[in-house]
C-alpha cells in the first residue's frame, strides 16, 4: 500500500454479471417506433395532404391568409406563385406553399 492510495480509491474490476438478452434491449425500440409513428408523423403527414389538397382548390377570388400574416384576395394563379391583393390596386406574390388558410367570404370586408 503506498500514499497514492490513501488518497484515491483503487478500482477493481467487477465480477462479470450475465446480461439480459438482445430482446430485452430491442424491445424497447420496439416500443417506441409504433408510438413515435401514431404521435408525430402520421399527424404531419395528414396536415401535409390537406394542405396540398387547400392549394389545389385555391382559385380566383378567394380570401386567404398568408404565414407572414398578410390577408388579401387571390388576384392570379400560377404554377408556384399567387398574386394576393391587399388593397385596391396593390398585389403581392407569395409562393403557394406560403398560402396557411383560406378565410371564409366576407372576412376581409368586415374587418
Known amino acids: 500500500m503506498n500514499l497514492l492510495d490513501l488518497l484515491i480509491?483503487?478500482?477493481?474490476a467487477q465480477t462479470a454479471q450475465p446480461q439480459g438478452g438482445g430482446l430485452g434491449m430491442l424491445l424497447p425500440m420496439l416500443i417506441?417506433?409504433?408510438i413515435m409513428y401514431f404521435l408525430m408523423i402520421r399527424p404531419q403527414m395528414k396536415r401535409q395532404k390537406e394542405h396540398r389538397a387547400m392549394l389545389e382548390k385555391l382559385a380566383k377570388g378567394d380570401e386567404v391568409l398568408t404565414n407572414g400574416g398578410i390577408a388579401g384576395t387571390v388576384a392570379e394563379i400560377g404554377e408556384n406563385f399567387v398574386s394576393v391583393e391587399i388593397a385596391e390596386g396593390v398585389r403581392v406574390r407569395v409562393q403557394k406553399a406560403a398560402i396557411a388558410h383560406v378565410l371564409p367570404k366576407?372576412?376581409?370586408?368586415?374587418?
Not at 366576407?106 to 374587418?111: D, E, F, Q, V
Open 32 to 34: 417506441i417506433l409504433p
Open 9 to 12: 480509491a483503487p478500482a477493481y
Open 106 to 111: 366576407g372576412t376581409l370586408k368586415s374587418a
